[in-house]
């Protein structure tokens, strides 16, 4: 692949090659409502509606293929949650996966959390290609024998099997959360990791699953007090005391857990003041953070609202360095979006592997991208009309009003069904991986 510096070089940026697109299946419980590179980029998992994880691998590049160039396939398929019901308070919960974490590899298994609204479970995912064969007190189907016809001792062989990738849960971290869990994220002790709901957030080792610590609270005695909810929290990538959390008003606040056991006393504060003259009745709805980012370097914080992202410096609370206008044609459509509750949409956005560019989704399976360096932007889309494997994907551009150019989409054409809510970026290498509904695109750079 084309190396990070030279990443912009024509406007078709580096995501200009279709890897291929996966189709996993057309039902409600087929929508994809996550997606996550492991920390070597060689695996990619989603999670579904249905309670489901797919991973896929990258294949090793071929000689005799040299084209496929790394393609992912399924590697393994489980049901990690089920549909459940709280009969003391009458509700349902759902299956859906809300969220998956990679561990970093120890060993040759690979362990991963998911989690629902309310269960965070911890999965290992290994390979068997051998099994043992001669036991002593069992048949070969398994079936014990007879004390009395054994007769000999044997010792037991490992005979070579078709390979076999086992999913099995180690933990099981539930009954901690009255709410809606919306965020994990796993710690850099890899000791510990958290999950938040929309009032609390809980700290929990790894080897203990029946109690957590809770680090941050902020329900009010008076629910009628409520004024805003926690919308996501991320641990620094770096530093295992200090973590982010976002609100429903559009705030950030960094916390260390050296200072007090529970952070409800942030560390810092960051907001930017709202501008009066855009006041309008949607400002506190489009200005609720919908995803936080830590980058990689673990200098910077990114966030996204329902128009905007933006860039943080951790040593500057007053305003953000960097804003970039993801869709800001939908301003003018803000009563319609309210109305069809896409305005409530929960976009997330990701970092390429130096930092250097930002992704986040949009409407019609649009998702855009945005250069830090040299400020350049493009809009690409991810569609099976237009992406045949290996196929140039051109720039779109939107049209708000007067006259239509040829390749111009209008602004009164774009399907709001269509949304790219979730996105993940390889940790290494110019790979995306685009979730459109019920479909997985994943795209890599041009051949040079």
Not at 13 to 29: L, M, N, P, R, Y
């Amino acid at each position: 692949l084309a190396g990070f510096g030279n990443l912009m070089h024509d406007v078709l940026w580096c995501f200009s090659q279709v890897k291929g697109t996966i189709d996993i299946g057309v039902t409600e419980a087929d929508i994809i409502s996550t997606v996550e590179f492991n920390h070597t980029g060689e695996l990619l998992a989603t999670g579904d509606k249905g309670g489901r994880v797919v991973i896929f691998q990258r294949e090793q590049e071929s000689k005799n293929q040299p084209h496929r160039r790394g393609e992912y396939n399924v590697y393994s398929t489980f049901q990690s949650h089920e549909p459940e019901f709280d009969y003391l308070k009458s509700l349902e919960i759902e299956e859906k996966i809300n969220k998956i974490r990679w561990l970093p590899q120890q060993n040759a298994a690979y362990f991963l959390l998911s989690t629902n609204d309310k269960t965070v479970k911890l999965w290992k995912v290994s390979e068997r290609d051998k099994r043992p064969e001669g036991y002593n007190l069992k048949d070969e189907d398994g079936r014990l024998r007879d004390p009395s016809m054994i007769t000999m001792l044997r010792v037991p062989v490992l005979r070579p099997m078709d390979l076999m990738v086992e999913a099995t849960p180690r933990r099981v971290f539930a009954n901690a959360h009255t709410y809606h869990i919306n965020s994990i994220s796993v710690n850099s002790d890899y000791e510990t990791y958290m999950s938040a709901d929309d009032l609390r957030i809980n700290l929990w080792n790894f080897e203990i699953t029946n109690q957590s610590f809770n680090i941050v609270d902020i329900k009010p005695a008076n629910m009628e007090e409520l004024t805003e909810v926690i919308t996501a929290a991320e641990f620094h990538p770096h530093h295992c005391n200090t973590f982010v959390y976002s609100s429903s008003k559009g705030t950030i606040r960094l916390c260390d857990m050296r200072t007090a056991a529970l952070c409800d006393r942030h560390a810092k504060f960051f907001e930017e003041p709202e501008d009066p003259s855009n006041r309008s009745f949607f400002s506190e709805i489009i200005s609720s953070i919908s995803d936080v980012k830590f980058s990689h370097s673990g200098r910077y914080i990114m966030t996204r609202d329902y128009l905007t992202v933006k860039v943080w410096d951790l040593n500057m609370e007053n305003r953000p360095i960097e804003t970039y206008q993801v869709h800001d044609y939908l301003r003018s459509k803000l009563c319609s979006l309210y109305e069809n509750d896409c305005i409530f949409d929960k976009f997330e956005c990701v970092w390429n592997g130096s930092d250097s560019v930002i992704m986040t989704g949009s409407y019609n399976n649009f998702f855009r991208m945005f250069d830090r360096n040299t400020k350049r932007d493009v809009t690409l889309e991810a569609s099976r009309e237009n992406s045949k494997p290996r196929a140039i994907l051109k720039p779109r551009k939107v049209c708000v009003g007067g006259k239509r150019r040829k390749d111009e989409i209008s602004v009164d054409s774009l399907d709001f069904s269509k949304k790219i809510l979730h996105t993940a970026w390889h940790p290494s290498e110019n790979i995306i991986a685009v979730a459109a509904t019920n479909n997985l695109y994943i795209f890599q750079d041009k051949v040079n």
